[in-house]
């Protein structure tokens, strides 16, 4: 079912996603070739500690998954999508990209975002154009976020946008509902026909997360049951923002860029 959040409830969302933000600055500022990927880790829950916040994804459980998920970030690097799992042998190289996820709980409501960094300088044209093309869709769909739009009309718009860059569109993952819970409906798909499902309204609160590939669009998942990875070991990214419909438009509450 899809709620529309009351005044108190998004007060609570914007602290939950300005604690967040405030975990993806850090990133960008400590995110270089040498670091393992368990200290961003560290980083990362330390910093939502301090802001009186707890990871949301630190134990969480799906159906399918054999076991909790360890991390407090999700940290995925080069043909990792999503769920990529920080350890301190996995470290981050000369022009490696990768997708840090992170959600945070704050006062009992969710705040979840993602960005795709690359590492260090040398990044290929190849990768730089995969994450502008992600970012663009991210806020190419918010721009569709408004009172009287419907999902489809943001997912149509970041399926067209990505298709015309020769990149792919992940499809098996969507954006998300989002509140008390961290996966709430409505689903938000990366794809759609304009003007189908359902229409926004005030209140409502949701992520838009477009996962975009270099190569063909099929996913699978890794042995160890939670890090997705391109099929044909191409190149991925991943952008979100936590988003509320307003009277006129919408608010970022993840603002961190
Ligand atoms: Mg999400």
């Known amino acids: 079912m899809v709620t529309l959040?009351?005044?108190d409830e998004i007060e609570k969302m914007k602290r939950a996603g300005a604690v967040v933000a405030d975990v993806l600055k850090l990133m960008?500022?400590?995110i270089?070739?040498?670091?393992?990927?368990m200290s961003l880790d560290d980083a990362a829950s330390d910093l939502i500690s301090r802001e009186s916040a707890t990871a949301s994804f630190?134990?969480?459980?799906t159906q399918g998954t054999r076991s909790p998920f360890p991390g407090s970030i999700c940290v995925s690097i080069n043909d990792e999508v999503v769920h990529g799992i920080p350890d301190k042998y996995r470290i981050l190289a000369e022009g490696d990209i990768v997708s840090v996820d992170v959600g945070a709980i704050y006062s009992g409501y969710h705040?979840?975002?993602?960005c795709t960094f690359a590492v260090g300088d040398s990044v290929s044209p190849m990768r730089a154009k995969l994450i502008?093309?992600?970012r663009e869709a991210l806020y190419i769909g918010i721009s569709h976020v408004k009172p009287g739009r419907t999902l489809g009309d943001i997912g149509h718009a970041i399926e067209e946008w990505i298709?015309?860059?020769g990149c792919g569109v992940v499809r098996e993952y969507a954006g998300h509902g989002i509140g008390k819970k961290m996966h709430e409906a409505p689903q938000v798909p990366n794809y759609g026909k304009a003007?189908?499902?359902i229409t926004l309204r005030q209140g409502l609160t949701f992520c838009i997360e477009p996962m975009v590939v270099s190569g063909d669009e099929p996913v699978k998942s890794a042995s160890n049951g939670w890090t997705v990875l391109t099929k044909d070991g191409s190149d991925a990214a991943h952008f979100e923002h936590t988003l509320l419909v307003t009277e006129d438009g919408v608010m970022i509450l993840t603002p961190w860029e």
């Open 5 to 7: 959040k009351k005044p």
């Open 28 to 30: 960008r500022d400590i």
């Open 32 to 37: 270089r070739p040498g670091i393992d990927t």
């Open 58 to 61: 630190k134990g969480y459980k």
């Open 111 to 114: 705040g979840d975002a993602a």
């Open 132 to 134: 502008e093309t992600t």
């Open 163 to 165: 298709l015309s860059r």
């Open 195 to 197: 003007g189908s499902g």
